[in-house]
């Protein structure tokens, strides 16, 4: 994850000053081409992502002369092409503000016996909040993360306690798995936020906040930070989360649905198995429960498994019947969790059925469910609205735990149920869509000299140099791509089920300079190796050619903000600096950050 940071910071450079010549390609395609033994399906969920390029152009111009890329210019990322939300962040209130939850000093966190898991705890006090008894609203929730820790960091956890903690609460911090306070024990039945490897910066839509500082809502959290350290090094940390509240309040409250597997050693997974079926469920029985009766909105959603986990299926069925899946990730990517955002509405006589599958076949042992990052979970967290008191559907097979015939337990909020999931009746398979050419008067390419990114709602830096930038745009059954590349001869990118050529979509072209013509294929790699082109070309809208990019010129300031973000907190795990510059940058009055600690409430 270190190289997001070098990349942030050859892009700062670039932007600051700097003139660079850019080779940019963009085209259109349709998100399922109904070219099925040619072609990828840009599916929801993630993508591995595959990149390369080559200072030196195809001699001739032939599309067979492509000579290969060097190791230091390919690479594999991991992302979500359809869901997520604008590279941009949007405007927050004038009044916002924001607090750092984390601990007050670094801490040294403690691995014992080799383990490479550990799970620590720290207590805090949330701020005095402008609202008095109405409180604020949570509107934007960013990762504070120690750079140096970035590798061993595996998610973070914000709970709010129901109860006051004491000053002895307060003073104590710890392993999560010992024995902890009561009072702190109770708070993690609650959650505030949720945070895992690979997830960016949480925002609200503009209607929802997450409700703090009134009677109803907490005035205390308990910050519970998983870390991940195969290699047993040492670990000093005080990383956390960045709130931002608003006292203009908002007209909805957010709450989060945690749904899944019971987390419980005694359930296991067998070895050897490339694709084991995990099934969990909350049935309508307890959605009758946890839900009112004009039922709630889920705005966001994170899937989680640990490292066995492939792929995990969210299903959703109304009265018996089958809907669209509410998630689902065929490529399912350990170091890449994210909140994607969603628009979907839960009723009380819905039922959620979870599905992870699992590849054991590199071990020797059973898997149990557990919490360390070898071990498993199977679950998804929902954020939504209107907030319920109830946070939490849990599911599993007594008789497959205990060997005894018990049956199917579901714990429903503070509810045990022995219930398994209802019958439904399954969504019928789709007929396969017919293959249809391109319009041949969208296909001849056009030469460009300049390129205005600010069109596409997605930008992500695929390289450590900085030197691959990707910007696309989903739109309805189309997804339109731009490769932006520091390169005066061919790039490439596709993407495929196991992050390597064998399989993969492949677009690859590169610019003329010298006769200013554009030259882009579609094709499909069959092995490592040079991937020959498809005899169907399902690309159009082609565009592209050399572009200065530098001071004055092809400056996207809201992808700026959004590197000076990465830098600043990934660099100091402190926010105050780049609080300062981003409210300069969007003409935002100064607030002066706060920092929750254990028991204290300090300026920085």
């Excluded at 049956?407 to 249809?436: H, K, N, Q, R, S």
């Excluded at 000299?449 to 596409?456: A, I, L, M, R, T």
């Excluded at 590349?485 to 492949?506: K, R």
């Amino acid at each position: 994850m270190l190289w997001k940071l070098f990349a942030a910071v050859t892009l700062l450079a670039g932007a600051s000053g700097e003139r660079v010549a850019k080779t940019v390609l963009q085209f259109s395609r349709k998100i399922d081409t109904c070219d099925s033994d040619r072609d990828q399906v840009v599916e929801p969920g993630t993508h591995r992502v595959i990149y390369a390029y080559n200072d030196d152009a195809p001699a001739d111009n032939d599309p067979n002369a492509i000579g290969r890329h060097s190791e230091l210019h390919r690479g594999t990322r991991s992302l979500n092409l359809l869901q997520g939300g604008p590279s941009e962040l949007p405007p927050m209130e004038d009044d916002a503000r924001s607090f750092l939850a984390r601990a007050s000093v670094p801490l040294e966190i403690p691995f014992a016996n080799q383990s490479r898991t550990q799970y620590y705890c720290v207590p805090m006090r949330v701020p005095e909040f402008r609202g008095g008894d109405l409180g604020e609203h949570i509107i934007r929730a960013e990762p504070s993360i120690l750079a140096e820790n970035l590798d061993v960091l595996h998610h973070i956890i914000v709970y709010s306690c129901p109860d006051e903690l004491t000053d002895e609460d307060l003073a104590w911090h710890g392993t999560c798995l010992e024995r902890i306070p009561d009072n702190l024990n109770k708070c993690r039945e609650n959650w505030f936020h949720v945070w895992a490897v690979g997830g960016n910066i949480w925002t609200y839509p503009s209607n929802v906040g997450m409700p703090i500082g009134r009677a109803d809502s907490p005035n205390f959290f308990l910050m519970e930070i998983h870390y991940d350290n195969p290699t047993n090094r040492d670990v000093v940390d005080n990383s956390g989360i960045l709130f931002w509240s608003t006292a203009q309040l908002r007209e909805e409250d957010a709450g989060i649905l945690q749904v899944g597997s019971i987390t419980d050693p005694r359930w296991t997974i067998p070895a050897g198995h490339t694709d084991y079926n995990w099934p969990a469920w909350c049935p309508t029985e307890c959605m009758e429960k946890l839900l009112p009766e004009g039922g709630i909105n889920i705005i966001g959603g994170m899937l989680h498994a640990h490292l066995a986990g492939r792929q995990l299926h969210l299903y959703h069925d109304r009265d018996g019947v089958e809907l669209a899946p509410l998630m689902t990730d065929g490529m399912y990517d350990f170091d890449f969790q994210d909140i994607l955002p969603m628009n979907a509405t839960l009723m009380p006589n819905d039922q959620l059925r979870l599905h992870c599958h699992y590849d054991t076949t590199d071990r020797d042992a059973e898997t149990p469910f557990g919490l360390a990052s070898d071990q498993e979970m199977c679950m998804v967290f929902l954020t939504y609205w209107p907030a319920q008191p109830h946070q939490t559907c849990n599911s599993g097979n007594l008789s497959a735990a205990s060997g005894t015939d018990e049956g199917p337990l579901v714990l429903c909020g503070p509810d045990a149920l022995l219930i398994g999931p209802d019958d439904f009746e399954a969504l019928p398979t789709p007929e396969p869509c017919e293959y249809e050419a391109p319009d041949a008067n969208r296909t001849t390419p056009e030469w460009i000299n300049e390129f205005d990114q600010s069109k596409y709602e997605r930008t992500e830096v695929l390289d450590r140099d900085g030197k691959f930038i990707l910007h696309w745009t989903v739109e309805e059954d189309e997804i339109h791509f731009a490769a932006e590349v520091e390169t005066t001869g061919w790039l490439g990118f596709g993407f495929g089920s196991a992050g390597g050529m064998a399989g993969a979509d492949i677009m690859l072209g590169w610019a003329d300079r010298d006769n200013h013509k554009v030259y882009l294929h579609d094709r499909m790699a069959d092995a490592m190796a040079r991937p020959p082109l498809d005899p169907f070309q399902d690309l159009y809208d082609i565009k592209g050619g050399e572009v200065m990019f530098g001071e004055n010129n092809q400056v996207n300031a809201g992808l700026i903000i959004g590197v000076v973000i990465t830098v600043v907190v990934l660099v100091t795990g402190v926010a105050f600096a780049w609080v300062r510059m981003r409210n300069a940058k969007l003409g935002r009055s100064e607030h002066a950050p706060l920092v929750s600690s254990g028991g204290t409430l300090e300026k920085i």
